[in-house]
T-cell receptor, first 113, second 115 residues
Framework: DQQVKQNSPSLSVQEGRISILNCDYTNSMFDYFLWYKKYPAEGPTFLISISSIKDKNEDGRFTVFLNKSAKHLSLHIVPSQPGDSAVYFCAASLMNRDDKIIFGKGTRLHILP | KAGVTQTPRYLIKTRGQQVTLSCSPISGHRSVSWYQQTPGQGLQFLFEYFSETQRNKGNFPGRFSGRQFSNSRSEMNVSTLELGDSALYLC??????????????FGQGTRLTVV
């Protein structure tokens, strides 16, 4: 049973438009959420995080929204750029408990020219 | 400063063999976590070491083990390899325990293929 689900294995978005990546979780105890970006042949790099006391966190072109009642979070990238083409992993955890971090399977984002 | 270094980058082993992977964290970082990435399961936590002690362990069989040295370098060992162990093994370095919650830095990974 997957506790963190990224239901879209891939997503294609036109350059300049908004990319929205979705993530659902089942464990209401999770209180910290992270997004990682991964290029081929490289390790994942941290993108943005949000704790459960917030419903939005913004960093430049990246915004993460958290809907606790729906157990849903999303990553918005505006505007999308070619360098954003990568695999995006959503992760959920209990703060400071690495053994409780659960990753989604990832969504491959393609930015089209 | 230098990033997280994992060696080797690629490895091919046969079933039943054992393998040791190495991870050198960012200088000054004391926490090293290991992850397995497969297409079917995504990223899964293996274990975390902090100050030479295993602090947390994921849900993997005892064939997967690790250790951390006094210079914070870490090794991961997998014994009696199975075909299903073929994966990308990633390590993440962090200054404090509970690394991923404080935004860790990943290495490039070791791609292990078991034949």
């Amino acid at each position: 049973d997957q506790q963190v689900k990224q239901n879209s294995p891939s997503l294609s978005v036109q350059e300049g438009r908004i990319s929205i990546l979705n993530c659902d979780y089942t464990n209401s105890m999770f209180d910290y959420f992270l997004w990682y970006k991964k290029y081929p042949a490289e390790g994942p790099t941290f993108l943005i995080s949000i704790s459960s006391i917030k419903d939005k966190n913004e960093d430049g072109r990246f915004t993460v929204f958290l809907n606790k009642s729906a157990k849903h979070l999303s990553l918005h990238i505006v505007p999308s750029q070619p360098g954003d083409s990568a695999v995006y992993f959503c992760a959920a955890s209990l703060m400071n408990r690495d053994d409780k971090i659960i990753f989604g399977k990832g969504t491959r984002l393609h930015i089209l020219p | 400063k230098a990033g997280v270094t994992q060696t080797p980058r690629y490895l091919i082993k046969t079933r039943g063999q054992q393998v040791t992977l190495s991870c050198s964290p960012i200088s000054g970082h004391r926490s090293v976590s290991w992850y397995q990435q497969t297409p079917g399961q995504g990223l899964q936590f293996l274990f975390e070491y902090f100050s030479e002690t295993q602090r947390n362990k994921g849900n993997f069989p005892g064939r997967f083990s690790g250790r951390q040295f006094s210079n914070s370098r870490s090794e991961m060992n997998v014994s009696t390899l199975e075909l299903g162990d073929s994966a990308l093994y990633l390590c993440a370095s962090s200054p404090a325990q509970g690394g991923l919650s404080t935004e860790a830095f990943f290495g490039q990974g070791t791609r292990l293929t078991v034949v």
